[in-house]
């Protein structure tokens, strides 16, 4: 699975796990811009910068390292410093290592071991977080579960994203970036299949509900507004049964009444 792109993601999407990992308040992250940063002359390039609005917040630099690498620590901290030369900024500092469990974690730690143990570095591993604790720990730790769990943490997931995020943009990102997950954690798994998991109402924000119902619309854009309105819905009936939804969850989606979905199906 392409982890490094997924932390990306779900950082970027959702910074407040970021700070839930630091159990800071999630409100935290309306203070700060994620990006990642390339640090000039020696092409380095930091996994990700949380960059304050405040000169009295600390920079936080992060890095996610899910292989073993010895030269890890000498990496990071080349990087952080080359960084912190670079900068205009004057804000103290902190390093974020996240590892989805210790055996993963660099053995050559010695010789920096004073900035390690000095506060200055926090390490997490995410195979020893306790699991529920909050909504972005939760999706931190989707991305390293177990094959066999994976989809019922997923489950799990998508009502809690509901309750607990407001802003629907944002709902409709992680709903999406949970499907994201698992494809690439249950590549023998299809889309579809992986889609049916959602609920009506959660589906309906999914990124391939939105597409099923657009293909029908531009079928029936040429059309007038009411004849092609319902000629869109109808076009987007047969993608919608593809996604496990039976006849009855289609008309209640699309409000249709349930003998025009029928039809529909039975004139493909």
Known sequence: MKTDS?????LQRFPACFFDLLNLPPETANSYQFSSVEVKQLSFRLDGVF????PNQPI???EVQFQKDNRFYSRFFSEIFLYLHQ??????????VIYPRRSVESVETARYG????????????????????????????L???????????????????????????QQQELLELIE???????????IKEIEAMFSLSDLKQTKVYQEALEE???????????????AAKLASIPRLLALGLNLEQIAQALELEIEQVRQATQRE
């Open 6 to 10: 997924i932390f990306y993601q779900l």
């Open 51 to 54: 960059l304050p609005d405040t």
């Open 60 to 62: 936080y630099f992060l």
């Open 87 to 96: 900068t205009d900024l004057s804000n103290n500092w902190q390093g974020v």
């Open 114 to 141: 004073e900035l390690i143990n000095s506060g200055r570095i926090l390490r997490f591993y995410l195979e020893e977080l306790r699991e529920g604790e909050s909504l972005g720990i939760s999706m931190l730790q």
């Open 143 to 169: 991305i390293i579960a177990p094959t066999a769990r994976a989809i019922e943490q997923g489950k799990q997931l998508i009502p809690r994203i509901r309750e607990e995020l407001p802003n629907l943009k």
């Open 180 to 190: 994201t997950i698992l494809v690439y954690k249950l590549p023998q798994v299809s």
């Open 216 to 230: 029908g619309r531009e079928e029936g854009r040429e059309e007038g507004r009411q004849e092609g309105e319902l």
